[in-house]
């Protein structure tokens, strides 16, 4: 087991380089790059360094996301289908749910965070 650092970019041309839109996530993977269900992953949607609102989530094991309650105006619970994958890499496609829409995305960075995580 490894822990790994993605960053992903919607597919959508007009919000590809929309800093709002950028996701990160952190999350285990085996040897083989399929996403774990064990434990709880966490991400965040936005830009840190350039954004003055950061959405951050933790992904539970079973892919849905939990944005907190910080803001009504916003649905608490999403989705990502990334745990469905067979393998978690540069080029891969998923889908992200906020606020009831679904957007695609394309993984554009994977890091190792850990490697020799124990399960």
């Known amino acids: 087991m490894k ?7 919607p597919m959508d041309p007009e919000l590809k380089n929309s800093r709002d839109d950028q996701l990160t996530i952190q ?3 085996d040897a083989s790059g399929k996403p774990s269900p064990k434990g ?7 830009i840190p360094t350039h954004n ?9 094991a079973n892919g849905q996301l939990d944005f907190g ?9 999403g989705g990502i289908d990334l745990l469905e ?8 496609n998923f889908v992200f749910t906020e606020n009831e829409e679904d957007m695609n ?4 960075t994977v890091e190792t965070i850990v490697t020799g995580a124990s399960t």
């Open 105 to 108: 995305y394309i993984i554009k």
């Open 52 to 60: 003055e609102d950061v959405f951050p989530f933790i992904m539970k």
């Open 85 to 92: 994958k067979d393998r978690v890499s540069v080029g891969v």
């Open 27 to 29: 999350l285990r993977v």
């Open 40 to 46: 709880h992953s966490f991400g965040w949607r936005g």
């Open 69 to 77: 309650k910080y803001d009504e105006a916003i649905d608490r619970f």
């Open 3 to 9: 822990f790994i650092c993605i960053v992903a970019i």
